[in-house]
């Protein structure tokens, strides 16, 4: 399921993430890779904040989306 169906407050662990290679790229270097640990901490005005290896990060829903936990 996408990153954006999490609830507040569920961990859930990266199983893939899909989209084009930059925005792949991009999100490997926030953090996000397979195999990972993130938990949702809150979503904002279409943004989601989630929490990867002891760091917040806001993403927008788009790219949520393409985070498969």
Do not use: W, Y
Request: aromatic share 2%; proline share 3%.
């Amino acid at each position: 399921m996408p990153l954006t169906f999490a609830k507040p407050g569920e961990r859930a662990q990266i199983k893939k993430i899909s989209g084009k290679d930059e925005v792949k790229r991009h999100l490997q270097n926030l953090g996000f890779v397979e195999g990972s640990d993130v938990s949702v901490v809150a979503e904002n005005g279409g943004n989601v904040i989630v929490c990867i290896k002891d760091a917040r990060v806001a993403i927008s829903r788009e790219m949520a989306n393409k985070i498969i936990v």
